[in-house]
């Protein structure tokens, strides 16, 4: 399968720099992996259609005549190269088109009213608890439907509801909810859903398939939970069969954070612990034919048990591949037979191809199979005492990260010294929970239940070790790399540099090493001629509270931090930021949903500076001290007329109060920000009579305004929005029982043409200023 044509094992006579080389060399790439190329093909069509709907057809259509020209211009033209050419093209183009149409159609999805059937085609492991449900309506597009009821895959739903689109709402470092669905091709969900009859769905092989699945699921959990704890079964269910429903938040967040969530999930290291040890069954109680029939069907049989989750199917359908092969006797090419798994999964469903899992766990296997061989050879000579299984692992690992490293970018994934040593080291549990965990299983099935604990207490310590290697793979002693913060021309030189390490000396690999100086040159002319001045305002999601986080060149400002409990929403936007504390927090008022969060900031000694406009004893203050808060014992008042200069670029002036009294909403200390000649004026929870103390030392012209109080109807009046020109508005508000922000408010807001964001629509509002613009827009 390696080589497709006898005449490709022709050695090419030309030699030296020439165009026709080049073309050379690239096509008789091509026709030794056809399926390679036009994966690669469909692959370019889909992206440039699904994310550049834009981009001229007359570009492609050029570039594709070329490859066409060339192919027919060669010495010896045949029928099967130009094939393969066409296929590119073919695959090319509809995929392109398919994705166009797609993006035209749901661009702007709008929410509107759906009376009509519906079929469910995709459902929760769990039937414990709210489900997300995947359905697929008359009109061919599918939605999400939350419900606390249990489906089977298949059933047939007619449904009243209103399909509005999926938004995505929270801070920095929050999922995405939004954009993981689009990228499924999802842009709405069923709202206020009423289900008016349910058809049980026909008995397809597809369908028994997945109820099948869903019910090997559950009956493997209730054996785990009996033979284990309620944590360890939890872990074993989310390993070995990939349902993590039964996972706390705070374990799937300790796997995040030590990037180990793949062993979390069902992926082709996994589905090989599964077929090496059905294999060894197999090959002790059925001879070579019969054994890879089983070997086939019981890897179908398992991929319904996981829900045919990206990386498994791909995975499941390369085995099934290969092992086909070597039934007929035939040469086998594992690159080959992965692109032809991923042309199969393609086809069921385009959109895979977009799944950041898809991509990790090709970019990983592509990158094995190229490089493994090469790399565990210069590690066994390097390190020659090292056991064959940890360069193995070492190797592998490397691979791996070259593969992925492109998609962790852009997923803006953290590497530490602590996760690299844990994720080589992992692997040897993980296998042995797998391979253990379900020979053990298949045991408890015909032995007394009396003896299922003890039978499980090596997979139970495995489990146990498994556990502590991610919460050491979780600290941050030796520092952590966010590579979103990572230039990508310097990724690009480094994983180049990798590469060149891995090739043999030839054309291949002084390309790579030319690669490698060309970024880093390129980085280095960037940072010396092209260094754009840029800050960020981030207006954080706090719930009925207000929190704006300011982020300028090495300082990080605060102005004031929500209410109790949003301390560690902040500190979780700070390391997502990659911010290490704040340096100056700025304090409006004593109110706690101003106060609340700063004060935990403090207390964790992730603040250098801070400033109030009053602190003293007052009714506000005996408040505060009720709360339960930890104070400073000191803090630096600031009145009308201070100013707190960060650096040339961004200052302070506080325009109120004259005199604080008591902490209160009118002595809520107003900010004045200057930052590149953008200005933005934080007013706190003042009321209107503050507002026309105000007019005479407000600017005529203000670019953001923070809404004072939440947008009560007794601030942001008229007088004040004719006194002063604003272009946007920003309301910090969440669920609350004040009515606010009040009608009142908007409508002035409409009236006077000033666009306004809320936090409690759409999360975090990112502000973010040049020095001649800014942009103002929701974070996700």
């Not at 993006?103 to 702007?108: A, F, M, T, V």
């Amino acid at each position: 399968m390696d080589v497709y044509l006898p005449h490709m094992l022709k050695k090419r006579s030309n030699t030296g720099f020439s165009i026709s080389k080049w073309l050379d060399l690239s096509y008789s790439t091509a026709l030794k992996r056809p399926l390679v190329c036009i994966l690669v093909s469909c692959t370019i069509g889909a992206y440039l259609g699904f994310f550049c709907p834009a981009v001229p057809r007359t570009l492609s259509i050029m570039f594709y005549s070329f490859t066409v020209l060339a192919a027919l211009t060669r010495r010896n033209p045949c029928f099967q190269e130009i094939f393969v050419i066409l296929m590119c093209v073919i695959g090319f183009a509809v995929f392109l088109s398919a994705f166009i149409l797609w993006g035209k159609i749901l661009s702007d999805p709008k929410s509107c009213g759906y009376e009509g059937s519906a079929r469910v085609v995709s459902v929760n492991a769990s039937d414990e608890g709210s489900k997300n449900i995947l359905l697929k309506l008359d009109t061919g597009e599918k939605v999400i439907f939350y419900t606390d009821a249990v489906y089977d895959y298949g059933d047939a739903l007619t449904l009243r509801c209103t399909l509005r689109p999926i938004i995505s709402h929270g801070n920095p470092g929050d999922f995405d909810v939004r954009s993981y669905y689009y990228r499924k091709g999802i842009v709405r969900q069923a709202a206020d859903p009423e289900v008016l009859s349910i058809e049980k769905g026909k008995l397809s092989m597809t369908n028994l398939g997945f109820r099948f699945g869903a019910k090997v699921r559950r009956y493997c959990y209730r054996i785990w939970l009996a033979a284990t704890d309620e944590d360890t079964a939890a872990l074993l269910s989310a390993i070995i069969v990939g349902d993590d429903s039964h996972l706390t938040s705070d374990v799937k967040e300790t796997f995040k954070r030590s990037n180990l969530s793949h062993i979390l999930v069902v992926s082709g290291a996994h589905v090989g612990y599964f077929s090496a040890t059905v294999g060894m069954l197999c090959s002790i109680l059925f001879k070579n034919r019969k054994k890879m029939l089983i070997l086939s069907v019981s890897l179908a049989l398992f991929g319904f048990v996981t829900g045919w989750g990206g990386s498994a199917a791909r995975s499941i359908l390369s085995y099934i591949i290969v092992g086909f092969l070597s039934f007929e006797e035939r040469a086998i090419d594992r690159l080959s037979a992965c692109a032809l798994s991923a042309l199969i999964i393609m086809i069921f469903d385009p959109f895979a191809v977009f799944s950041w899992a898809i991509l990790l766990s090709f970019g990983a296997t592509f990158s094995i199979m190229l490089f493994h061989q090469r790399t565990f050879k210069k590690i066994r000579k390097r390190f020659p005492v090292l056991p064959e299984e940890l360069c193995t692992a070492v190797s592998c690992f490397i691979c791996a990260q070259i593969g992925m490293l492109p998609v962790l970018f852009c997923l803006s994934g953290t590497i530490s010294l602590n996760s690299v040593i844990v994720v080589i080291f992992a692997g040897f549990p993980s296998e042995i929970i797998c391979s253990l965990g379900f020979l053990l299983t298949l045991l408890c099935m015909i032995v007394p239940q009396g003896v299922h604990k003890l039978l499980f207490l090596p997979v139970r310590g495995q489990v146990k070790l498994l556990k502590n290697l991610a919460e050491i793979g979780e600290m941050d002693a030796f520092g952590r790399l966010y590579l979103r913060h990572i230039p990508i021309v310097l990724l690009i030189a480094v994983v180049c540099f990798l590469l060149s390490r891995v090739m043999n000396s030839g054309f291949k690999r002084r390309i790579a090493l030319f690669s490698s100086a060309l970024s880093i040159c390129v980085l280095v002319t960037g940072a010396i001629f092209f260094h754009p001045k840029r800050s960020y305002i981030y207006f954080l999601d706090v719930g009925q509270g207000d929190c704006a986080l300011i982020v300028h060149n090495d300082y990080s400002v605060l102005i004031d931090g929500g209410n109790m409990g949003n301390g560690e929403t902040i500190q979780n936007t700070l390391d997502h930021l990659n911010i290490s504390g704040i340096d100056v927090a700025f304090i409006s008022h004593l109110d706690t949903d101003h106060i609340s969060g700063i004060l935990e900031l403090w207390k964790n000694g992730r603040v250098k500076m801070l400033y109030s406009p009053f602190w003293d004893e007052s009714s506000e203050m005996d408040q505060l001290k009720m709360s339960g808060l930890d104070l400073p014992g000191k803090v630096e008042t600031l009145g009308k007329g201070k100013t707190v200069r960060i650096d040339d670029d961004l200052c302070f002036e506080v325009l109120w109060p004259d005199k604080a009294t008591d902490g209160g909403n009118d002595d809520s200390m107003v900010l004045l920000c200057d930052l590149y000649d953008t200005r933005i004026l934080f007013t706190g929870d003042i009321t209107e009579n503050v507002e026309k103390k105000l007019d005479s030392a407000i600017p005529d012209h203000i670019d953001v305004l923070k809404v004072a109080h939440h947008g009560s109807k007794f601030s942001t009046s008229d007088i004040f929005l004719n006194e002063v020109k604003i272009d946007a508005a920003l309301i910090s508000v969440g669920y609350n029982h004040y009515g606010h922000p009040s009608k009142e408010v908007l409508q002035r807001l409409r009236t006077h043409k000033i666009r306004y964001f809320r936090t409690d629509e759409r999360g975090c509002v990112l502000l973010k200023v040049f020095e001649e613009k800014w942009q103002m827009d929701y974070y996700f």
